[in-house]
């Protein structure tokens, strides 16, 4: 069975960092695109980035400049690396990927999610 598991998360002041993981497990082939996305309390899921297979990335305007989001093949992994950390990036954060097995199968799943909180 495919998962995905993110972990990572914590709570930090304002201008702080974090980094996220997103680790893949199970008989995974190929690990196509992978978007980070958040959801604070009372508010919908907002993408926050996302990675290419090629490892072209793209970021959504809040968090320009301040996240990277990166990729490792050989771990089967993708990081979110997030620095000065505001208030208002606290969320729980998933991440989603498309992956391929070895017998050939497609997942687009989600990992359970990582409490990211930013005290001011």
């Known amino acids: 069975q495919v998962r995905l598991v993110e972990s990572g998360g914590g709570l930090v002041q304002t201008g702080g960092s974090l980094r996220l993981s997103c680790a893949a497990s199970?008989?995974?082939?190929?690990?196509?695109?992978v978007g980070w996305y958040r959801q604070a309390p009372g508010k919908s899921r907002e993408w926050v980035a996302s990675?290419?297979?090629?490892?072209?990335?793209t970021y959504a305007d809040s968090v320009k400049g301040r996240f990277t989001i990166s990729r490792d093949d050989a771990k089967n992994t993708v990081y979110l690396q997030m620095n000065s950390l505001e208030p208002e990036d606290t969320a729980v954060y998933s991440c989603?990927?498309?992956?391929?097995?070895?017998?050939?199968?497609?997942?687009?799943?989600w990992g359970q999610g990582t409490q990211v909180t930013v005290s001011s």
């Open positions: 989603n990927g498309q992956i391929v097995t070895s017998e050939n199968r497609y997942y687009n799943i």
């Open positions: 990675i290419s297979r090629s490892s072209t990335t």
């Open positions: 199970g008989n995974i082939f190929r690990i196509a695109n």
